[in-house]
């Protein structure tokens, strides 16, 4: 296997990732804002003020909305990756000091334990789409 072929594995890994992530805050972002995300119960449990609010509801579909279109712009990925950590780490900062975590006790988690174990995941996703997007700046200004 030559440099150039792993590399463009590596690319299209990169590419899917990309991808997914968008479509993932895309149809977030949709669902909050017509009202059929299944997160209304975590979110009106962890931060009672976003639920009572629908705009504010609505805002956080919009924000969810514009980090899966900067996902489909490639330049734009380090700054959704960003955006993303935040508002993942946002949301699970809640969750930890909301006490849902465990469903009874450990290690058995609830579905906001398992929410928030999933961002741990996404953030790492994220990071690693900013790494990448960083990588690939540096070979491109050592080339060109």
């Avoid at 977030?28 to 003020?49: E, Q, R």
């Avoid at 935040?86 to 699970?92: D, E, M, T, W």
């Avoid at 997007?133 to 060109?144: A, M």
Wanted: aromatic share 12%; hydrophobic share 55%; glycine share 10%.
């Amino acid at each position: 296997m030559t440099v150039t072929s792993s590399f463009r594995k590596y690319e299209i890994a990169f590419e899917v990732l990309r991808h997914a992530l968008a479509i993932l805050f895309l149809w977030l972002g949709l669902a909050k804002i017509f009202d059929t995300n299944i997160s209304t119960g975590i979110v009106a449990k962890v931060y009672p003020v976003i639920s009572n609010d629908i705009y504010l509801y609505i805002i956080l579909g919009i924000i969810e909305i514009c980090i899966g279109l900067g996902f489909l712009i490639p330049r734009f990925t380090t700054i959704s990756g960003w955006v993303t950590i935040a508002h993942l780490l946002i949301g699970s900062v809640g969750i930890f000091f909301s006490g849902q975590v465990f469903s009874g006790h450990f290690p058995v988690l609830s579905i906001y334990g398992q929410v928030a174990l999933g961002n741990i995941a996404l953030i790492a996703a994220c990071i690693l789409l900013i790494d990448h997007e960083e990588f690939l700046l540096e070979v491109s200004k050592s080339i060109g």
